[in-house]
């Protein structure tokens, strides 16, 4: 299949929408039924909670949109990054790039959601061991996007990806200029 959906990039469209529809849905289980919002905090697991929070900036509670132009202008500012990632991912051919850019797709989409909704981002994962909280509270969009940043900065380092334009023609000690 050749042009703009080849199978590799409706592949990361899918996994993209798969991950913002699981993000959306545990979303509203989690101020839904479970009613976090008013609970505040689930023990489950030694080394794992949930609890409420309302993150209203970026990663690491940077730019904080405590009013109406920086909530929209970080909605406009997500946007962006993820249409910049969309285009990313419909120029790349490699399926192993395209899981990568699909899942910091699907996260930001989720994410921008819930700050063109409500105004935050609904976080509620809390990992930690004993007292120590190796990160903030986060989401699954927020998981996602790490991976993604994961797998594309491990590419980027540690594959070495056979160039598609070499033939093999090359006389051996020469190079191609790309």
Known sequence: ??????????????????????????????????????????????????TYTENKGISLGMLQANDMETRWLLVLLTAVIALVVLVWMMREKLLGEIVGLALILGGAIGNIRDRFELGYVIDYADFHIGGFRPFLIFNIADAAITIGVVIILARSLLVRDKDETDTGDTPRGETQDA
């Open 1 to 50: 299949m050749s042009g703009l959906f080849t199978r590799n990039r409706l592949i990361g469209l899918a996994i993209a929408a798969f991950v913002a529809v699981v993000d959306q849905a545990v979303k509203m289980y989690v101020i839904g039924p479970l009613d976090l919002r008013r609970v505040g905090h689930i023990d489950l697991l030694p080394f794992f909670d949930l």
